[in-house]
Structures are given as structure tokens and as C-alpha cells.
């Protein structure tokens, strides 16, 4: 089965992060103002889609097992290049569709598929459980940042 996406806006990442939505979809913000956070749908253009070509990683992680699915993982290589961030919304203006974030992990130009708001009674998840290999990892977002990634994979993040 065929599906197709169009993109509704595009992450700029060049002077802080942001998300410039297309002209036809600027009224769709209409009520995102109070909402914290936002949940970013995008697609990871610059991998294309890995089709079965990425469904077991060697060894992607440092602590991890010697093999692992792709969808035990967040990488961008996946069977359709669908990903999905939480951003914190710094600042919005409907009028001009532009969305300014504290951070994305996803690149300049990455097309946006949808964007929903973030709230607990959906989003957050109480009792979360773990593999035991990347159970040291920070239980939220805002520790992440100050986290030493670099020392979890076991390939290069550029």
C-alpha cells in the first residue's frame, strides 16, 4: 500500500531552532498558545527511507546488547523516516506559521509532518520501565542536555 505525506513546514536550525510552517496551514496554531511543549512529527529526508535495509543495528550502543532492532532504537534510519521530537515552545506567532523552540533533533531543512501539544494526560508516562543497559540514562528531557551522550554510541553522531 501506497501513502503519501506532504510536508506542512520546515525546521530551520541555523539561528536557534525554530519551525517555519507553509502559508495554508499558519491557522492550524490557532489555541497552541499556553501549551509548554509540542510534539514535532517530521521526516528524516537526509536518510531516505531504510526500507528492511536498517532492521538490526551491530552494536549501537556502548552498554547495549551485540544486536538491536530498529525499533528499539531512535535512530533516523528507519523503514519510512518517520520521527517524532518534544520540543519546548519558546515562542509563537500564528500570524507569520513560525514556531520557535529551545532545541530539535532534527536537521536545517527537515520536512515537518504534523505538530500536536504536548500534554501529561497523554504524553507522560508514570511508571516507565527499561532495558537494564540504558537504565543510567536521564529520565527526562531536561537532563538529557547535560548527559554525555558521546560516551552511549558506539558510532559517530555526525
Given at each position: 500500500m501506497e501513502i503519501t505525506y506532504q510536508s506542512v513546514g520546515v525546521v530551520k536550525a541555523s539561528e536557534g531552532f525554530r519551525i517555519e510552517l507553509e502559508k495554508e496551514y499558519c491557522?492550524?496554531?490557532t489555541g497552541l498558545q499556553g501549551f509548554?511543549?509540542?510534539?514535532?512529527?517530521w521526516h528524516a529526508h537526509d536518510f531516505g527511507n531504510a526500507g528492511s535495509e536498517y532492521l538490526v543495528f551491530e552494536k549501537p550502543y556502548?552498554?547495549?546488547p551485540e544486536k538491536i532492532g530498529v525499533y528499539a532504537t531512535r535512530s533516523p534510519f528507519?523503514?519510512?523516516?518517520?520521527?517524532a521530537s518534544i520540543a519546548k515552545l519558546v515562542d509563537l506567532d500564528v500570524e507569520q506559521g513560525v514556531l520557535a523552540l529551545d532545541w530539535i533533533d532534527a536537521k536545517?531543512?527537515?520536512?515537518i509532518l504534523d505538530i500536536k501539544p504536548y500534554h501529561g494526560s497523554?504524553?507522560?508516562?508514570r511508571d516507565v520501565e527499561v532495558p537494564s543497559w540504558c537504565s543510567h540514562w536521564p529520565s527526562c528531557r531536561e537532563d538529557s542536555a547535560t548527559f554525555d551522550w558521546d560516551?552511549?554510541?558506539s558510532f559517530s553522531q555526525e
Open positions: 491557522k492550524a496554531l509548554s511543549h509540542v510534539m514535532v512529527i556502548v552498554h547495549g528507519r523503514p519510512n523516516g518517520i520521527c536545517e531543512g527537515t520536512p497523554e504524553d507522560r508516562i560516551r552511549e554510541f
